[in-house]
């Protein structure tokens, strides 16, 4: 069994809830798994409500407009860009890639 640690990006919050973290240490762990059960249903509530929020999806709407053009051309330079490697690749050049180490 891997070494329990708490993810990163909870560590900014958690030092905020510092009184809730002190009485949660304190729970049994019956008691600890009713608390995992509660905070799934407020995410799981708090996902959908977002999902259904009228004002929210318009900005989402928007913001994806904004963007689709931007996209597009980041879509296409990046398919150049692989068919480039593709070819280099195909002529026996050598190409670094995150794998090499590199």
Avoid at 3 to 28: F, H, N, Q, V, Y
Avoid at 60 to 87: G, I, T
Wanted: charged share 35%; aromatic share 6%.
């Amino acid at each position: 069994m891997a070494d329990p640690t708490i993810p990163k990006r909870w560590e900014k919050i958690l030092k905020s809830l510092t009184e809730w973290c002190s009485g949660a240490e304190s729970m049994s762990t019956e008691k600890l798994e009713r608390e995992v059960l509660k905070f799934q249903g407020v995410v799981a509530d708090l996902d959908h409500a977002m999902s259904n929020d009228a004002k929210l999806i318009a900005v989402a709407e928007e913001l994806k407009d904004l963007r689709k053009d931007y996209k597009e051309e980041m879509s296409e330079a990046q398919a150049k860009s692989a068919f480039c490697v593709y070819l280099l690749r195909t002529r026996g050049s050598k190409v670094p890639s995150k794998t090499d180490g590199n």
